[in-house]
Structure formats: C-alpha cells, structure tokens
C-alpha cells in the first residue's frame, strides 16, 4: 500500500530527487542521425515502456511506501515527574522538606525520560526518512537503466 506523502516529507524527497534528477540527468544523441520528430517519439515510448517495466514514473509526485512514523513530541515530563515526586514524598516522607526534593527528583527524572522518548522519536523519523529517500534512488536509477537500454536498442548513445 502507497501513502501520499506530508509536506515535510515531501520537500524533503523532492530536493533529494531534484539534486539526484540533475545528477542522473541522461544525455541522449541521436547515432544513427534520427530526426528531432522521431527522438521525441523514441524518448516518450521509451518513458512508457520503462515506467511500465519498473513502476516507477519520474513525473509523478512521489509517494512513500509506508507510513510514516508519529514526529509528535512529547512534553511535560518534567511537570509530570514533579508531581509524583511530590505525591509520593507526602506519603512516604515525613516533612515538607522531603515532599520537595522528591518533587525536584521526580522533575529531574522525568525530564530526563522525556528528552530520551522525544530523541527516539527523532531517530525513527529520521531512519524513516533515509529509508524512503534510498527507495526513491533506487527506483529512480531503476527507471534510468531500462529508459536507456530502450534508447540505446533503438540507436541512440546515451549517457
């Protein structure tokens, strides 16, 4: 199942294929001293036949091949962590003083365990991101062999 892609995503998959397109950009020379007329309709039926072949269509708005991973971060662990510290300060402490460094504790802990979830969540993003990004590579350079190896069996040079 394909998932269209959410506006970050899709800026970033559309710079990495914009410097990639550029870097994959194909030089074809007609060899065999094909007419302008007949190179266009070579290259448009070799842009069908390789879309067709591998699946992929470099016109088309990409597309991710799952979804992706929440980016929501979490906050309040600091509040949240305080506030048990203080709970459990009052229930086990036997002073108000204990019922505060058990607040400053809690809120040092959960400060701590919210930064570590909000990194996870980053990394995943992150590795989610390099995965789509390589898919899309992997694709696009797919599509590029087949469309020269069409070119090139009906004469062209293509580099």
């Known amino acids: 199942m394909r998932f269209p892609v959410k506006p970050f995503t899709m800026i970033t998959l559309l710079l990495f294929s914009a410097s990639t397109a550029f870097a994959n950009e194909l030089y074809i020379y007609p060899a065999k001293g094909q007419s302008s007329e007949q190179q266009e309709k070579d290259k448009f039926e070799c842009y069908t036949w390789a879309r067709n072949d591998t699946g992929f269509d470099p016109m088309a708005v990409p597309t991710t091949t799952s979804a992706a991973p929440s980016s ?12 048990g510290g203080a709970a459990l300060g009052a229930i086990f402490g036997s002073s108000s003083r204990t019922t505060k460094r058990s607040a400053v504790a809690g809120g040092v802990l959960g400060g701590v365990r919210q930064s570590s979830k909000n990194r996870q969540v980053d990394q995943e993003r992150q590795q989610w991101e390099q995965k789509e990004s390589a898919n899309y590579a992997n694709n696009r350079n797919n599509y590029n062999r087949a469309y020269s190896a069409c070119l090139e069996g009906r004469g062209y040079t293509v580099r």
């Open 72 to 83: 929501q971060r979490s906050s309040g662990g600091a509040a949240k962590g305080a506030l």
